[in-house]
């Protein structure tokens, strides 16, 4: 069974940063984009920010921007997502997506496989 695996989220001040770790186990997704998502509690999961299967191409939410980083180790098989200068907007539960497909990444339907999440409290 496919399962993208989280980790790495934890409770922090605001200021602070955090490091999201996302490795796949059941098979590789080396050659697949990938994403990290967010839920806040009463709201629709939004997108954060997404990979392509090379590296090569980052986007990332405009909320975000300057202060997340997203990379992928194709030797660990594994996706991170630094996450700096949070801010108490940025508690909620991350989720870890893969698309086979290099469309329209912004989006959840984009998306075939996902994590269980890994929860981010910012306090303030």
């Known amino acids: 069974q496919v399962q993208l695996v989280e980790s790495g989220g934890g409770l922090v001040q605001a200021g602070g940063s955090l490091r999201l770790s996302c490795a796949p186990s059941?098979?590789?997704?080396?050659?697949?984009?990938m994403g990290w998502f967010r839920q806040a509690p009463g709201k629709e999961r939004e997108f954060v920010s997404t990979?392509?299967?090379?590296?090569?191409?980052?986007h990332y939410a405009d909320s975000v921007k300057g202060r997340f980083a997203i990379s992928r180790d194709t030797a660990k098989n594994t996706v991170y997502l630094q996450t700096d200068s949070l801010k108490p907007e940025d508690t909620g539960v991350y989720y870890c997506?893969?698309?086979?497909?290099?469309?329209?990444?912004?989006?959840?339907?984009?998306?075939?496989?996902w994590g269980q999440g890994t929860q981010v409290t910012v306090s303030s």
């Open positions: 059941g098979r590789t997704f080396s050659y697949y984009a």
């Open positions: 997506a893969a698309a086979r497909g290099p469309f329209n990444l912004r989006t959840i339907a984009a998306y075939d496989y």
């Open positions: 990979i392509s299967w090379s590296g090569a191409v980052m």
